[in-house]
């Protein structure tokens, strides 16, 4: 994860868009999409779930593009651990993956993810939507 990144944040309204993403190439292009369509939106980026983790308990985030297929685990799952928590149930998260399956899609809907869209369609619109959705909590029974 880029700690430089995450240090140059100014202040509690400056949005940030966490990218959990372990390919390179991908990382690179979701970039490319936010600083072309979103300025002052401060991006960083995990390779893993567990350095999403720590970033999420360092800093605020905004909103998370989730690949599903992670070296440590699926972000699915990683969604569902989100959603269980109070701290984090409100960001909106946006799963960004390459084959996206029923499977994940229903995993995907328990845990409150906003969209699921296929790497080759992700766009700018699938961003703005996340901005501007307010999440709401799941409830715990």
């Known amino acids: 994860m880029s700690q430089q990144i995450a240090a140059q944040q100014t202040g509690a309204n400056t949005k940030t868009c966490l990218i959990v993403e372990d390919s390179e190439f991908d990382q690179e292009r979701i970039k490319r999409i936010m600083n072309k369509s979103f300025q002052g939106v401060f991006v960083a980026v995990a ?47 946006v799963m960004v993956s390459d084959w996206p399956t029923p499977f994940m899609f229903d995993k995907a809907d328990s845990a409150g993810v906003i969209d699921v869209v296929n790497k080759s369609d992700f766009g700018a619109r699938y961003i703005h939507n996340a901005l501007n959705y307010s999440v709401k909590p799941k409830r715990v029974n």
């Open 47 to 93: 390779t893993t779930i567990e350095e999403a983790r720590e970033h999420m308990a360092r800093y605020q985030t905004s909103i998370i593009l989730l690949d599903n297929h992670l070296p440590d685990g699926t972000g699915a799952n990683f969604a569902m651990e989100l959603a269980e928590n109070p701290t984090f149930a409100r960001i909106p998260i």
